[in-house]
């Protein structure tokens, strides 16, 4: 299943493009309609396991003088990676546009090195803005850091819509706070689709379920938001998590590649400070510790509401910064704000 994102950047004077919307996918997709008049729209489609729309009525897109950053990505110098490097909340990509080719410009074993903080550029994972498929007009895809390709990225997929934006030229002015809100769809609960073989025990969902890591009973949620989540509050023996005492470098391999994870999964301990403040570590599967995840945040804010400790709307805080999260009763959809940072462009021989 394709992912659906649809951005809205203001405009404060007319550019190049028609205002009309366009659209991204990726294995990870985006299509086109109309868009009011006041507004370049911007629709994608990506990742495959759910459907989303971003909304980034404040988000900037600035107009460069001189010589234009674009012109600097439209160079063709054989042998070079050219690339822009994002971060959502310190979660930070390389952004490749890959948009003349359905192959990404570097393998798997490429991108392991050109993630390597030591001896390569130092990111989370590489971004590709791909051709659209089935009628869209752009396809994302991701390299972890350990080579391996994600369904969901939700850090990722706000810096893509951003990277779509500078590669369409869209001039837009900066305007409040330069977030980024995406509708991140319905989180997936059924054991098998998470994919989880613990035992379902609430309806066909694992809810607060005992998880055996390394000799010691862990409360554990399974959620899906295009990708496994396993979300810990705490042991059984009830013990409130201090996060900033774990050291995920230990523990989180042991979650990541228990055996009742049959994908793997990204793991989320969570730290409860009020019904609506919540803090959270993260160990992602493929990449490791990180400062943030977007997807993670979701699935936290969703465990939280089925567990009784939070309600539907949450600041959820990551060690790179805060995410607004909004599991709504309404549609049953999972609501996502945040920002999408740019940090330097580049290029790096291959």
Not at 28 to 50: D, E, I, M, W, Y
């Amino acid at each position: 299943m394709a992912i659906a994102a649809t951005i809205f950047l203001p405009l404060t004077s007319p550019t190049r493009h028609s205002l009309t919307r366009r659209s991204l996918t990726s294995p990870r997709s985006f299509s086109s309609s109309s868009v009011q008049p006041s507004f370049l729209g911007l629709k994608t489609v990506a990742l495959r396991n759910s459907n989303f729309r971003v909304s980034a009525t404040s988000m900037s897109i600035e107009a460069f003088e001189k010589e234009s950053q674009i012109s600097f990505l439209e160079r063709k110098e054989s042998g070079f990676l050219h690339f822009v490097k994002y971060h959502g909340l310190g979660n930070d990509f390389i952004l490749v546009d890959n948009r003349d080719s359905t192959e990404p410009k570097v393998t798997p074993e490429q991108a392991v090195k050109l993630c390597d903080r030591n001896f390569g550029i130092g990111v989370d994972g590489v971004i590709f803005a791909m051709p659209g498929i089935n009628g869209t007009d752009y396809t994302m895809r991701i390299f972890n850091s350990d080579g391996s390709e994600p369904e969901m990225c939700g850090n990722g997929i706000r810096c893509f819509a951003r990277f779509i934006a500078e590669l369409e030229n869209l001039h837009g002015k900066q305007s409040n706070d330069g977030k980024v809100k995406v509708d991140m769809g319905e989180p997936i609960l059924k054991a098998l689709d998470v994919p989880t073989k613990l035992p379902p025990n609430k309806d066909q969902s694992v809810v607060k379920s005992e998880l055996n890591v390394d000799g010691i009973s862990w409360n554990v949620t399974c959620v899906s938001m295009g990708n496994p989540h396993c979300v810990t509050f705490g042991t059984k023996e009830g013990q409130t998590l201090q996060v900033d005492e774990l050291y995920l470098a230990d523990i989180g391999p042991k979650f990541e590649h228990h055996a009742m994870f049959p994908a793997r999964t990204n793991t989320e301990f969570v730290q409860v400070i009020s019904q609506s403040h919540l803090k959270m570590r993260v160990w992602e599967r493929g990449a490791g510790a990180t400062l943030a995840c977007g997807t993670g945040a979701c699935a936290v804010v969703v465990a939280a509401v089925l567990e009784g400790h939070a309600g539907r709307s949450c600041t959820v805080d990551l060690p790179g910064g805060p995410l607004d999260i909004e599991w709504r009763e309404e549609d049953n959809h999972v609501y996502m704000t945040g920002p999408a940072e740019i940090v330097f462009y580049g290029s790096v021989p291959l």
